[in-house]
Nanobody, 126 residues
Framework: QVQLVESGGGLVQPGGSLRLSCAASGFYLEYYAIVWFRQAPGKEREGVSCISSSEDVYYSDSVKGRFTISRDSAKNTVYLQMNDLKPEHTGVYYC????????????????????WGQGTQVTVSA
């Protein structure tokens, strides 16, 4: 059974850091493009980062220079290191498996992905 489980969210002060994990089971994530999405309160779900099977990476303008996506194939886990967090980074973060037609280095939409985790809440507030 294909499953993605996010963890690592929580409450952090502005300027702080969090490391999110996306643990996969039922498939080897090294053969897929894995996308991190953020859904802020009252907003649509937005793709913020992606890592392809070849380890090409994508970052949205809102997180470029602050977030780093990485993969540990031995642990079947993708990470999102989030540094210098701002209140506008608040939201529920989801990881998702992109369909096989991903173009490396490009942004993703919700409709591009066919498997999702349950999400983990990130709140940036003083």
């Amino acid at each position: 059974q294909v499953q993605l489980v996010e963890s690592g969210g929580g409450l952090v002060q502005p300027g702080g850091s969090l490391r999110l994990s996306c643990a996969a089971s039922g498939f080897y994530l090294e053969y897929y493009a894995i996308v991190w999405f953020r859904q802020a309160p009252g907003k649509e779900r937005e793709g913020v980062s992606c890592i392809s099977s070849s380890e090409d990476v994508y970052y949205s303008d809102s997180v470029k220079g602050r977030f780093t996506i990485s993969r540990d194939s031995a642990k079947n886990t993708v990470y999102l290191q989030m540094n210098d967090l701002k209140p506008e980074h608040t939201g529920v973060y989801y990881c998702a498996r992109h369909y096989d037609d991903y173009v490396p280095g490009t942004p993703s939409q919700v409709t591009d992905c066919g498997a999702w985790g349950q999400g983990t809440q990130v709140t940036v507030s003083a």
